[in-house]
């Protein structure tokens, strides 16, 4: 057994974000982030015996986790959440109940330094949340220009310094030593940020940024929310926990698309039009759970609720 099985994993928002998304417990559910599965199993513990959980994770080693679930309600797909609907139609599934989604790293992808996560363990330069499948941050690294390099720590980063940085990463490549460890990036940023934040280590925009580019992240959440509301039945439901400003923004602009009507000043007093979703609010931990799991600090979960309104055109 692969001891990054070892690793443990508290899962945030654990009981809200499964209330949240389960509209009917004799429906079909998918776990878009599998993980550890804190989510799956609760959801399964609250289904009827007619109901269904589909659980999604590009990382092996969730998916070996997940397989350790012998209940029949159960199903575990190896692929990206953002290809839900092709995984759910390889099943035979057409409508789901319910999405779940809790982006980001887990605690295991974290605290095991193989994966090269984290600048607080020396690792591989890796990064990839599925590392059978695309590039590492190192392979990224090694072959984009400063241009590239600097537009990802400042987008995915919004790190002030990124085109410093971009540059100490070119010049190190350019005198024969690219980076391959999470200990060397973190040195050169420590030495190219002079300016740091109060209570953060200066790479953290920096691996940040890389971790979100290397998994395409931004591109894979719009993709997914896009599946789950094609998914999602009248009455479905979509809970999606977020834990930095760039996942929250994209989230909360989405849910506002499909369930906030702009008035047409072309005819200002005509009734809107049909909406898509409900919004059932926003959700921060308490404290408590903060105490309990510092990671938990920065996360938000947002509900809502599929409508019965047909989508937008071309959708």
């Known amino acids: 057994m692969s001891t990054t099985l070892e690793f443990r994993h508290a899962t945030v928002l654990l009981d809200e974000a499964v209330q949240g998304v389960l509209a009917r417990p004799d429906g079909v559910y998918v776990d878009g982030t599998f993980g550890r599965g804190g989510h799956s199993r609760l959801l399964l513990s609250l289904l009827a015996p007619t109901g269904r959980l589909i659980g999604i994770d590009r990382d092996p080693e969730a998916v070996a986790a997940a397989r350790a679930i012998t209940d029949p309600r159960f199903t575990i797909c190896h692929s990206a959440f953002a290809d839900m609907a092709e995984q759910l139609a390889a099943l035979g599934v057409e409508q789901v109940d319910g999405v779940l989604l809790d982006l980001g790293v887990s605690s295991p992808q974290i605290d095991n330094p193989a994966r090269g996560f984290s600048f607080r363990f020396d690792g591989p330069l890796d990064m990839r949340m599925d ?11 090694a072959h984009a220009d400063e241009r590239q390099i600097a537009q990802v720590i400042r987008d995915y980063g919004e790190e002030r310094f990124a085109a ?22 973190r040195e050169l940023v420590a030495r190219t940020v002079k300016t740091r934040e109060p209570g953060q280590d200066p790479a953290t925009r920096t691996f940040q940024a890389l971790r979100i580019h290397v998994n395409r992240e931004l591109e894979e959440l719009e993709q997914g929310l896009k599946s789950a509301l094609r998914l999602l039945a009248p009455g479905g439901r979509l809970s999606v926990i977020s834990f930095h400003s760039l996942e929250d923004r994209r989230v909360k602009q989405f849910i506002a698309a499909h369930s906030k009507a702009e008035v047409d000043r072309r005819a200002p007093f005509a009734p809107p039009p049909p909406l898509a979703l409900r919004s059932l609010g926003r959700i921060m931990p308490s404290a408590a759970e903060v105490a309990a799991n510092p990671r938990a600090r920065s996360a938000v979960l947002r509900v809502a609720e599929r409508t019965d309104a047909p989508l937008p055109a071309g959708f």
């Open 164 to 185: 410093q940085i971009a540059k100490a990463l070119v010049a190190r490549r350019q005198a024969g030593t690219p980076l391959t460890r999470t200990d060397e990036l």
């Open 131 to 141: 590392p059978t499948r695309g590039e590492s941050a190192a392979d990224f690294l």
